[in-house]
């Protein structure tokens, strides 16, 4: 063979291999792929600091999605998940369909989606245009106040029901939308009780249902200890999470009277009550007992311990700081009692309510002559033993104020004037004297609880005078009966 000839021959070879190995990378790759897409492939579609519309079309897109593919047969492996910060997909074409959607909807916004490797996973995240990105949580309520052509009433709600501070009026007012709406409740087990356990965290155990029983909830109301795990995984992802809170001050002198802390803590029984003041000159004497005196948890920061915070952690003040961030990054809304009115329309701009939606008859408040007046030497110890609690309603406070800001003042002023004269024909319409201690309210011995006593052309059981004026626990019971029933 000549020289010439053997240098083509190496050229060839060397050629095929050359080619050979790029089919064989090719074949490799294509693969790789295939394998990576018989895996639950997530996608993350950002959700922190978006505008509310917007975060409300994602989900109702993602939940048009899964109802697309329940009638295609198609739900074997598509699993909507979110949490605050993310709506995740465990396949590409699902997210896609989203998108789609979206598109759908003629949102006048740029999408773009970035793909990025991780391990046998890809992640894809979804970048919105600059309009559709708020800098701040505060910049929501502008846009909810605005009155944006996406807005319908939600019907998802976590409202996390206090001691002491308005709830059950708000309560109230949440039971109401949830029947005009016609949605599901999470109701206690108890027969007897109208609360879930005031003991523990809330546990889904404690929950009414059937054996059977499949159907989503939509509202959660009533008193629990705040366990973010097991209320997430009961209600919807996209759940509006809603509380109230009360000056620390007055919030306490309410508690100690109403769950009878001067009882609790008598050393023989009751024959010699335990003033405010005897328990606060020697507050962590007497609660080193809480564990064995009935509501002894409520004797220290009980607005943190509703929360969730447990007993021995009261002192800790890098767990309180904690449970505060974590629950500004996790409730949409947090009122502020001594602002109720305010409160109200913020709520309902929220919730997306009409005026008449949120009219109401105050609930579950003391006589006159069972409140007394605390003066300042006084609220410095209350403070100084629930500091806790100070921090906590400081911090939200703030909050509200700034949310507040943002609303057109004259337009706030206008709606509360609206509502005031709602609520003063809704007396009139309906109620003709105010009692205490009746039947249907329950109240603690020695504690007397006013209520409503409605006029004789009123009491039809399915009327709106009736529900307004509905305590607490006989609401729940009605709920009961008719969520079993149907």
């Known amino acids: 063979m000549k020289p010439e000839e053997g240098g083509k021959m190496r050229l060839i070879h060397t050629h095929y291999i050359f080619m050979t190995l790029i089919l064989f990378a090719v074949l490799l790759l294509c693969i790789l792929l295939h394998m990576s897409l018989m895996h639950p492939v997530r996608r993350h579609i950002p959700l922190d600091n978006i505008t509310p519309d917007l975060k409300q079309l994602l989900h109702q897109s993602s939940a048009q999605v899964l109802k697309n593919r329940k009638s295609d047969n198609h739900v074997d492996d598509f699993t909507p998940r979110a949490s605050s910060s993310s709506l995740s997909f465990n396949r590409k074409n699902y997210f896609n369909e989203t998108v789609n959607h979206l598109a759908m909807l003629e949102l006048s916004h740029d999408i773009e989606i970035s793909v990025k490797p991780k391990g046998n996973e890809i992640e894809t995240s979804l970048t919105l245009s600059q309009e559709q990105i708020v800098s701040d949580k505060s910049s929501n309520w502008e846009l909810q106040r605005s009155g944006n052509a996406h807005c319908t009433p939600q019907k998802n709600i976590v409202f996390l029901k206090t001691h002491k501070c308005a709830t059950s009026t708000v309560q109230n007012i949440i039971f ?60 919807p992802v996209e759940s509006i999470y809603i509380s109230i809170l009360r000056d620390p001050v007055s919030m306490y002198e309410s508690i100690f009277a109403y769950m009878r802390l ?187 609880i006013e209520g409503f006593r409605l006029k004789k052309d009123q009491q039809d059981e399915s009327g709106f005078c009736k529900k307004v004026t509905r305590a607490e626990k006989v609401y729940t019971d009605i709920l009961k009966l008719r969520q079993l029933l149907y």
């Open 262 to 448: 001067d009882l609790r803590f008598s050393p023989d029984e009751g024959k010699h009550l335990v003033s405010m003041e005897e328990f606060l000159d020697s507050a962590p004497h007497f609660y080193q007992n809480w564990k064995e005196v009935y509501s002894g948890q409520y004797s220290r920061n009980p607005m943190l311990y509703d929360f969730g915070l447990r007993p021995e952690l009261m002192d800790n003040k890098t767990e309180i700081n904690a449970l505060i961030s974590m629950l500004d990054k996790r409730f949409d809304l947090i009122m502020i009692a001594d602002y109720f009115e305010e409160s109200l329309i913020m709520l309902k701009h929220l919730l997306c309510l009409e005026l008449s939606d949120i009219t109401y008859l105050t609930f579950n408040v003391r006589s006159e002559d069972s409140v007394r007046d605390i003066n300042t030497s006084l609220s410095k110890k209350i403070r100084a033993w629930n500091w806790g609690d100070v921090l906590l309603y400081n911090h939200f406070n703030k909050t509200f104020h700034e949310k507040l800001k943002l609303f057109d003042q004259e337009k706030m002023k206008m709606e509360i004037t609206e509502l005031r004269k709602l609520n003063t024909r809704l007396k009139e319409t309906c109620v003709s004297d105010v009692a205490v201690d009746m039947e249907s309210i329950w109240h603690p011995e020695g504690i007397q």
């Open 176 to 235: 109401r939308h949830g029947e005009k709406h016609q949605l599901r409740f999470v109701l206690p087990k108890s027969e007897r009780d109208h609360r879930f356990s005031l003991k523990k965290p809330f546990n889904r155990i404690e929950v009414l249902t059937e054996e059977d029983d499949t159907e989503s909830f939509n509202i959660f109301a009533n008193h629990a200890i705040f366990n973010q795990r097991e209320i997430e995984a009961i209600m």
